[in-house]
Antibody, heavy 119, light 110 residues
Framework: EVQLVESGGIVVQPGGSLRLSCAASGFTFDDYAMHWVRQVPGRGLEWVSLISWNGGAKFYAESVKGRFTISRDNTKNSLFLQMNSLRTEDTALYYC?????????????WGQGTLVSVS | QSALTQPASVSASPGQSITISCTGSGSDVWTYNLVSWYQQHPGKAPKLIIYEGTKRPSGVSNRFSGSKSGNTASLTISGLQAEDEADYYCYSYADPSSLVFGRGTKLTVL
């Protein structure tokens, strides 16, 4: 069974930094692209970033480009999101999501999310 | 890349069918036909229910179906059940720098 467990969400001041982690299990982690998706409580979903299976390709939403960095450690089945220069509008529940094999076009498994509050 | 357009809400009675539309503003839905749909119950993570426009993951009820016409994708839920009451989001892939969700549709089962 695929499991994705996010951690690292806390309350942080504007301008601060934070590193989110996602521990993956139940599948061959280095076969799949991974994503971060966020959701302001009570609002819609926003795709944040994706990383290819080997970390060779990384993409970001315009709203976080230059401030957030996605990375992965395939030896530890872990995904990360380094968040710098945080803004109040970054406050959200951050989900780690797994893509299907050889595609960026959907998210077939999700974690339960970790809450980041910037205030 | 602008969010995809979905109706804010839809409602219907148990046993009826509903269709939720998802319209792209540019070439996203039309060109790639890689729309996926997600169901989200309150306090829960989203769940994939349709991918690549029309395909259902294993374990998803065949009451859920996807289609596309022009630059609009649609999710149809037939034989509505109380448990279908949730938020539904479409998502379209155009290229890796342009990944966008719809704003979401709240389905109420009357």
């Amino acid at each position: 069974e695929v499991q994705l467990v996010e951690s690292g969400g806390i309350v942080v001041q504007p301008g601060g930094s934070l590193r989110l982690s996602c521990a993956a299990s139940g599948f061959t982690f280095d076969d799949y692209a991974m994503h971060w998706v966020r959701q302001v409580p009570g609002r819609g979903l926003e795709w944040v970033s994706l990383i290819s299976w080997n970390g060779g390709a990384k993409f970001y939403a315009e709203s976080v480009k230059g401030r957030f960095t996605i990375s992965r450690d395939n030896t530890k089945n872990s995904l990360f999101l380094q968040m710098n220069s945080l803004r109040t509008e970054d406050t959200a529940l951050y989900y780690c999501a797994k893509g299907p094999r050889n595609s960026y076009a959907s998210f077939d498994s999700w974690g339960q999310g970790t809450l980041v509050s910037v205030s | 890349q602008s969010a995809l357009t979905q109706p804010a809400s839809v409602s219907a009675s148990p046993g009826q069918s509903i269709t939720i539309s998802c319209t792209g503003s540019g070439s996203d839905v039309w060109t790639y036909n890689l729309v996926s749909w997600y169901q989200q119950h309150p306090g829960k993570a989203p769940k994939l229910i349709i991918y690549e426009g029309t395909k259902r993951p294993s374990g998803v009820s065949n009451r859920f179906s996807g289609s596309k016409s022009g630059n609009t994708a649609s999710l149809t839920i037939s034989g509505l059940q109380a448990e279908d009451e949730a938020d539904y989001y479409c998502y379209s892939y155009a290229d890796p720098s342009s990944l966008v969700f719809g704003r979401g549709t709240k389905l109420t089962v009357l």
